[in-house]
């Protein structure tokens, strides 16, 4: 950069910034996003993650029934918890004639 004049080095600096704009994302604002899981979800979900990684240590029968013990709590919950999530949905759209938002065409 020393040996280059200021017009050279602004240019190739302009030209950079320019690339660099053409390359970088822009921010929106979602409307939609998908929310959380309730607490008691993630907790289960870092103790089955917590039971494989222990599994895969030591391989043992015993390690290996916990872990898909828990899995199989995990999917039981999740499940209910997406259903619940589904109902509240389909009661929403049931009301009002609410379907009409729900399917996304504005009246």
């Known amino acids: 950069m020393y040996n280059l004049d200021e017009q050279s080095f602004f240019n190739i600096f302009s030209l950079f910034l320019n690339s660099l704009w053409d390359r970088c994302s ?23 993650n ?10 043992t029968n015993a390690k290996l029934q916990y872990d898909l013990y828990l899995k199989e709590i995990f999917n039981e919950e999740r499940f209910r ?19 009409w938002k729900y399917s996304g065409v504005q009246k």
């Open 26 to 48: 822009t921010y929106e604002e979602s409307v939609k996003y998908r929310p959380r899981w309730p607490y008691d979800l993630v907790l289960l979900a870092k103790s089955v």
């Open 50 to 59: 917590r039971a494989r990684r222990t599994y895969r240590r030591n391989k």
């Open 81 to 99: 918890h997406i259903e619940s999530k589904n109902d509240q949905k389909m009661e929403w759209a049931k009301e009002g004639n609410n379907i």
